[in-house]
């Protein structure tokens, strides 16, 4: 069986070959045999039936879109549940059912993971997508996109005239240069009787300064003076480019952003954004973005480096997770019912799903702020099949609270 691999650079843990890594030696050890590595060379996949595409990081979908073959209808997904590996994955098979093609994940333990690959499991049907009516529940609203999409969102372009016509929804672009201008004036004001935690010792990464802090809140200045100029109702941003650009993130900008009632997503996830807006407007309450990061044992974790603020019933600061600089918010739960949304780029199905959130975590090869999840009233996790074979994209949305009746109500 030939293994193909897919690693972002953004992950540190992942330079050694994937042949190297314990979870694949262990994953061999119960197959009773060992895989053909073809690393990353992608020439002749798609030649087997069996053939096996590794997806070892998140930031790997761009990667995957330039070496898939649309001639290859029938994809089969590997996942760690480790380095967004799974969320990843998701965004590839949303990417390969809007191309006609599909898009099966492999994720377990290695004795699942075996038992899937000898033989093909059925899963149960997919039942929870649903129609997106027409009722334009973003009348008038105004949204703006700093940068452009995150080059790993290959299944999240939104047209925005469809989403004008069919939402009322108003999109804009904002150049990235326009943001970077306004972060080096180096100028913030938090809101009225707003006050942060205090720095403190943080489990991850290098040690958060007040240096760091004054970067990450003028990030939050600059955005909320981009939003004042162009009226929007919320925001996306590129975040990953603040690497870079400026050496921090938009971890803590985002949080706050959403705390106070601007709509504020990572990565320039449009379909995200418009989640998050839609949530706001008929549940009352900011979502939280999250990637599913793992399922088992009949619950599923999901994890992202901010959380809006006024969410959660505690927080601190760690680093960001992919590149261990900036500031990041984990933040603690309560725990009790909620919902999973998320509305496709489509703008043709969504999905609303009550569950409950029952513990908070904290592992340290995942985005900072985790959440563990079951079904709602204590059932296992019942939207795998979903998840791995027919998922909206790799981003979510998670509501305190139940929902999901509201939401259908107004959307379908």
């Not at 093609?101 to 149960?124: P, V, Y």
């Not at 204590?378 to 909206?392: C, N, P, V």
Request: hydrophobic share 40%; glycine share 10%.
């Amino acid at each position: 069986m030939k293994l193909f691999s897919l690693t972002s650079n953004l992950h540190a843990e992942c330079i050694a070959p994937a042949r190297e890594e314990s979870f694949i030696r262990n994953l061999e050890a119960v197959l009773g045999c060992a895989f053909e590595h073809c690393d990353e060379d992608f020439s002749h996949f798609g030649e087997a039936d069996d053939d096996l595409v590794y997806v070892r990081t998140g930031g790997t979908e761009g990667s995957f879109r330039k070496v898939w073959n649309p001639s290859v209808k029938n994809v089969r997904l590997l996942t760690s549940g480790q380095s967004n590996s799974l969320a990843a994955s998701m965004e590839i098979v949303s990417f390969l059912r809007q191309h006609g093609a599909h898009g099966r994940i492999i994720h377990g333990d290695a004795a699942s993971i075996a038992a899937q690959l000898k033989r093909e499991s059925a899963m149960e049907p997919v039942k929870c997508l649903k129609h997106l009516g027409v009722g334009r529940v973003l009348e008038g609203v105004k949204l703006g996109v700093v940068g452009r999409p995150s080059d790993w969102l290959i299944s999240s372009d939104v047209d925005y005239a469809a989403a004008k016509a069919k939402l009322g929804l108003e999109l804009v672009d904002v150049p990235m240069e326009e943001l970077l201008a306004e972060i080096s004036k180096n100028e913030y004001s938090l809101p009225d009787g707003f006050a942060l935690n205090s720095l403190g010792p943080q489990k991850y990464g290098k040690s958060i300064t007040e240096k760091d802090m004054e970067l990450s809140l003028s990030i939050y200045g600059a955005l909320k003076r981009i939003a004042r100029k162009y009226s929007l109702d919320g925001l996306s941003l590129r975040c990953f480019d603040l690497l870079t650009a400026v050496g921090s993130t938009g971890c803590l900008a985002l949080a706050i952003l959403n705390s106070e009632g601007i709509t504020a997503t990572c990565e320039g996830d449009v379909p995200a954004m418009i989640t998050m807006e839609v949530c706001k407007r008929i549940c009352g309450t900011p979502g939280f973005q999250v990637n599913l990061s793992r399922i088992s044992n009949g619950t599923a974790l999901f994890a992202h480096c901010t959380v809006p603020l006024n969410l959660v019933k505690d927080y601190c600061y760690d680093t960001h997770f992919e590149s261990g600089i900036g500031v990041a918010v984990h933040g603690e739960f309560a725990t009790g019912p909620a919902t999973i949304v998320k509305i496709g780029a489509g703008l043709d199905e969504y999905i609303a799903e009550e569950v409950e959130l029952v513990a908070n975590s904290y592992w340290d090869n995942l985005c900072r702020t985790q959440v563990l999840i079951r079904g709602a009233e204590g059932k296992e996790f019942g939207l795998s099949a979903y998840f791995l074979t027919s998922s909206l994209g790799n981003h979510h949305v998670i509501v305190p609270g139940k929902w999901a009746s509201e939401l259908n109500l107004k959307l379908q």
